[in-house]
């Protein structure tokens, strides 16, 4: 096949446009001089210049090309503006006829009137009208000529302008590291990418009486709806993991203090608020915390996204101030390395001991961003360092931050996947902290988290990070478990049907309980996880599903029949291959509980409600978010990190979103 | 240009010198169309994508730290800025494909072809287009190319070798 050497090298290359070629030595002149200017105004103001199409618009100076890239917000000022002065014509249109109807009656009148002055009505009305006209004119014009085409105020353009792109809004904005709690700023058109999925629907306990699902303690999806509800939108429904937000909270749950067997199911049966007749069984799991003699060595390679996309305020400098505080949680011998990936990959710090903290401090203030994205192949740069500096006994992983576009497509995430799986069966984690939005590609960080055994979380605002990379840097660095998985089997005599509430991308088959090759999700030091199953009683009128006629419930041995089910749990410790088995069964006691698990389990349950209110789930009936609301108020415990009171406050957002 | 004074001029450069940056995008800007247009084909969007990548380059010029030769540099900025192009414009669910036929219909059949065969390259698996472009269109050696690309020469050799099996596999395909 020579088709195509030959082709290529006979290739007939126009030249280009000498007018394109100025232009364009122009716009990057302009830039230059600009990245200069910055440069030596101050250190921190050189990561305000714009990206993406926008700087074109900018540095283009000739007017008549600025007219042909006529953009949407350009395009909208003018048309309000045509729109306004076709208001006021209209206006003048209707309203004048009207007037000079209504006038010659008046005239008739001073004539009458005053007969015995001299020409009078002719020299009135003469000033009578104009006066009118001018009334007319001015009271439909007043409000509209604001935007009329002559007198376009700065200010609506670039209100428009900030509307549409926030980007544009940077040029503005100095990006100065983010403090604030949340940043209020529009939503830009959305691209987003969430996977589809269904709500788990109810199962008769007697076809399926097994329910089998991996456990989950990623927090992203909460971080994203809190991000969309601060914004006064309604989060996608696909957004909405009710697992996700269950997890997000951490409950106080019993501890175990046995680091052979890291687990302590804690669990209740309650009646279930949204449905008469129904149960809620609650299972809390709560993972051994290590003190902080306990906690291995770390080594982590930072790879972060410093694309043209991370320019702004709530994605790299977020960033930075993240690892900044992650780096006060580590000890004096962990390693941090950190490896870039954009126009420029490559490694901008080798691994460094953290008491050597300043060098860290320098090579990430001198992060910026720009260029493209070449995901790939900065990964596995990353992988290469974390290699080369691997130690067996330390926790090795590898923590990718970004705002989630990778320059991969379909066939290969695969390929990515497959990476990642065996890099992390030689010992190599990876974790993913999801920064910004707009171009969230939260289905990318899901896989690649949970087949590098690590977590996702969404960083929207300092609070955030602080939450995940100092409260809970040990559930995110060091896992006391791992392939987590959770197996319950109900009985047919005490509960009819049941349904699992959140986990739907979480499920497994029956069969992969004891398969030891299949993954599953992985528990971090201190970490909680939280399910919900809703259950139908066989003793109960809210059952869903009908009795089938012909296969009768075939009596079994009835000995068991306080049990609501059994539950199986399998585990690995972290350096092991073969899986561990806890059980219990789920009796008539777990109906009473004392009051501090009763308020945790209610606090759940109100997450959980909130999570299927978001959803649109069918199962709610009646449940408002007002009901959410009492049950969480009243169910927030202490809350010494005000998690809950926010909870709160997000519900009081989606209510008033959904009125609007 | 010898390469001490290239690099004297990136220094330069980087020093925040706006005669030594305008001269080097005059000696370079050349290079960064030819490699845009083989891209894409089509002279406007050569000539955008190379805009884009001169503005990238006034951007990212500090960040090159000498270590390997500016081309192979220059040559990785280019394809980002081909990729993201490339991205974008698939984006735009091609409303003005009518606009796009003329100039398609103009030009000869072999460079019609030939956009094929790259369209072929792109489904087969990613990395071939850069790869056959930088080898077989630009002279790089598989060495030059890894450099480049950030991957192994194995790698390249692999690429050349795997497309070359299937573009005679679909030509069988198409005899037929």
Same mark, same amino acid.
């Given at each position: 096949?020579?088709?195509?050497?030959?082709?290529?090298?006979?290739?007939?290359?126009?030249?280009?446009?000498?007018?394109?070629?100025?232009?364009?030595?122009?716009?990057?002149?302009?830039?230059?001089?600009?990245?200069?200017?910055?440069?030596?105004?101050?250190?921190?103001?050189?990561?305000?210049?714009?990206?993406?199409?926008?700087?074109?618009?900018?540095?283009?100076?000739d007017a008549t090309l600025r007219n042909i890239v006529m953009t949407s917000s350009t395009t909208r000022t003018?048309?309000?503006?045509?729109?306004?002065?076709?208001?006021?014509?209209?206006?003048?249109?209707?309203?004048?006829?009207?007037?000079?109807?209504?006038?010659p009656p008046s005239i008739d009148e001073n004539e009458v009137i005053l007969s015995d002055i001299n020409m009078p009505s002719p020299q009135e009305a003469a000033a009578h009208d104009p006066m009118i006209e001018e009334i007319v004119v001015s009271g439909?014009?007043?409000?509209?000529?604001?935007?009329?085409?002559?007198?376009?105020?700065?200010?609506?353009?670039?209100?428009?302008?900030?509307?549409?792109?926030?980007?544009?809004?940077?040029?503005?904005?100095?990006?100065?590291?983010?403090?604030?709690?949340?940043?209020?700023?529009?939503?830009?058109?959305?691209?987003d990418k969430f996977s589809t999925q269904q709500e788990n629907p109810v199962k008769r306990t007697v076809d399926e009486p097994v329910s089998t699902f991996s456990v989950d303690v990623d927090t992203a999806s909460y971080s994203y709806v809190r991000r969309q509800l601060n914004h006064g939108v309604l989060p996608a429904k696909n957004a909405v993991r009710a697992e996700e937000m269950l997890n997000y909270f951490d409950y106080a749950y019993s501890t175990p203090t046995n680091r052979e067997q890291p687990f302590l199911p804690s669990i209740a049966v309650t009646d279930a608020p949204w449905a008469e007749g129904k149960k809620l069984l609650h299972i809390g799991i709560k993972g051994y915390d290590l003190s902080d003699q306990q906690k291995p060595k770390t080594n982590l390679v930072f790879l972060l996204d410093v694309s043209g996309?991370?320019?702004?305020?709530?994605?790299?400098?977020?960033?930075?101030?993240?690892?900044?505080?992650?780096?006060?949680?580590?000890?004096?011998?962990?390693?941090?390395?950190?490896?870039?990936?954009?126009?420029?990959?490559?490694?901008?710090?080798?691994?460094?001991?953290?008491?050597?903290?300043?060098?860290?401090?320098?090579?990430?203030?001198? /992060?910026?961003?720009? %260029?493209?994205?070449? +995901?790939?192949?900065?990964? &596995?740069?990353?992988?290469? *360092? $974390?290699?080369?500096?691997?130690?067996?006994?330390?926790?090795?992983?590898?923590?990718?931050?970004?705002?989630?576009?990778?320059?991969?497509?379909?066939?290969?995430t695969e390929q990515l996947?497959?990476?990642?799986?065996?890099?992390?069966?030689?010992?190599?984690? /990876?974790?993913?902290? %999801?920064?910004?939005? +707009?171009?969230?590609?939260? &289905?990318?960080?899901?896989? *690649? $988290?949970?087949?590098?055994?690590?977590?996702?979380?969404?960083?929207?605002?300092?609070?955030?990070?602080?939450?995940?990379?100092v409260q809970e840097a040990n559930a995110a660095l060091f896992p006391i478990a791992k392939d987590v998985k959770v197996q319950l089997e109900f009985n047919p005599k005490k509960v009819a049907e049941y349904r699992l509430i959140g986990y739907e991308t979480r499920l497994l088959n029956r069969e992969d309980f004891n398969n030891d090759k299949v993954d599953a999700g992985d528990i971090g030091a201190g970490h909680s996880v939280t399910a919900l199953y809703e259950l139908t009683l066989t003793d109960s009128d809210a059952k869903l599903i009908d009795d089938s006629r012909y296969t009768k419930n075939a009596a079994k041995k009835s000995?068991?029949?306080?049990?609501?089910?059994?539950?199986?749990?399998?585990?690995?410790?972290?350096?092991?291959?073969?899986?561990?088995?806890?059980?219990?069964?789920?009796?008539?006691?777990?109906?009473?509980?004392?009051?501090?698990?009763?308020?945790?389990?209610?606090?759940?349950?109100?997450?959980?409600?909130?999570?299927?209110?978001?959803?649109?789930?069918?199962?709610?009936?009646?449940?408002?978010?007002?009901?959410?609301?009492?049950?969480?108020?009243?169910?927030?415990?202490?809350?010494?990190?005000?998690?809950?009171?926010?909870?709160?406050?997000?519900?009081?957002?989606?209510?008033?979103?959904?009125?609007? | 240009m010898d390469p001490d004074n290239l690099g004297q001029l990136i220094r330069r450069a980087q020093a925040g010198e706006t005669d030594a940056f305008s001269e080097l995008l005059e000696a370079h800007y050349d290079v960064i169309y030819r490699f845009a247009f083989r891209w894409c084909a089509r002279?406007?969007?050569?000539?955008?994508?190379?805009?884009?990548?001169?503005?990238?380059?006034?951007?990212?010029?500090?960040?090159?730290?000498?270590?390997?030769?500016?081309?192979?540099?220059?040559?990785?900025?280019?394809?980002?800025?081909?990729?993201?192009?490339?991205?974008?414009?698939?984006?735009?669910?091609?409303?003005?494909?009518?606009?796009?036929?003329?100039?398609?219909?103009?030009?000869?059949?072999?460079?019609?072809?030939?956009?094929?065969?790259?369209?072929?390259l792109d489904n087969m698996g990613e990395g071939l287009r850069e790869t056959a472009l930088l080898v077989l269109a630009e002279g790089f050696n598989h060495r030059e190319a890894a450099e480049i690309l950030g991957v192994k020469e194995s790698t390249i050799s692999w690429r050349l070798h795997h497309m070359r099996k299937q573009l005679a596999s679909t030509d069988g395909a198409h005899i037929s």
């Open positions: 096949m020579t088709d195509i050497d030959k082709l290529l090298q006979q290739q007939d290359i126009p030249p280009a446009d000498p007018r394109a070629r100025q232009a364009a030595m122009r716009a990057a002149l302009d830039e230059f001089a600009q990245v200069q200017q910055a440069a030596q105004g101050s250190p921190e103001n050189n990561r305000s210049s714009s990206q993406g199409f926008w700087q074109r618009l900018r540095l283009i100076k003018l048309f309000a503006g045509l729109a306004a002065a076709s208001v006021t014509v209209l206006g003048l249109f209707v309203v004048l006829p009207a007037l000079l109807t209504v006038s439909y014009a007043k409000p509209e000529g604001a935007r009329t085409p002559e007198a376009p105020p700065a200010s609506t353009v670039s209100k428009a302008l900030r509307a549409s792109y926030p980007d544009a809004m940077h040029m503005a904005v100095s990006a100065a590291p983010m403090t604030a709690d949340s940043v209020t700023r529009p939503i830009p058109q959305n691209r996309s991370m320019n702004n305020p709530d994605k790299l400098p977020l960033v930075k101030q993240a690892m900044d505080m992650l780096l006060g949680s580590l000890n004096p011998d962990d390693t941090v390395a950190i490896v870039v990936y954009a126009g420029a990959a490559g490694t901008v710090l080798e691994p460094t001991a953290v008491k050597d903290k300043q060098k860290i401090v320098t090579a990430m203030r001198n /992060l910026e961003a720009g %260029g493209s994205t070449a +995901g790939a192949e900065g990964i &596995k740069q990353a992988y290469q *360092l $974390a290699e080369a500096n691997f130690d067996k006994n330390a926790v090795n992983r590898v923590i990718l931050a970004t705002d989630g576009d990778f320059n991969v497509g379909i066939s290969d996947k497959g990476y990642i799986e065996r890099k992390r069966d030689q010992g190599i984690f /990876l974790s993913v902290l %999801g920064f910004g939005q +707009g171009n969230y590609n939260d &289905k990318l960080m899901q896989i *690649l $988290a949970q087949n590098g055994n690590g977590v996702a979380a969404y960083i929207d605002t300092l609070s955030e990070a602080q939450k995940v990379l000995d068991n029949s306080n049990e609501y089910g059994y539950l199986k749990l399998r585990y690995k410790l972290p350096k092991e291959s073969e899986s561990k088995l806890l059980q219990r069964p789920i009796t008539n006691a777990d109906t009473q509980v004392d009051s501090d698990l009763q308020r945790e389990v209610a606090f759940a349950t109100a997450v959980a409600g909130f999570a299927q209110q978001l959803t649109g789930s069918v199962y709610l009936n009646n449940f408002s978010y007002d009901d959410i609301i009492a049950l969480a108020q009243a169910n927030k415990g202490d809350d010494l990190y005000g998690y809950r009171t926010e909870f709160i406050q997000l519900v009081r957002k989606a209510k008033i979103a959904q009125e609007i | 002279r406007e969007a050569a000539e955008d994508i190379t805009q884009q990548c001169c503005i990238k380059l006034a951007r990212a010029i500090t960040q090159f730290q000498h270590r390997c030769a500016f081309s192979t540099w220059l040559y990785r900025l280019v394809i980002n800025t081909a990729q993201d192009w490339q991205r974008q414009d698939s984006r735009h669910d091609h409303t003005d494909e009518a606009a796009e036929q003329p100039s398609e219909a103009a030009r000869d059949e072999s460079q019609v072809y030939l956009q094929q065969i790259l369209k072929q």
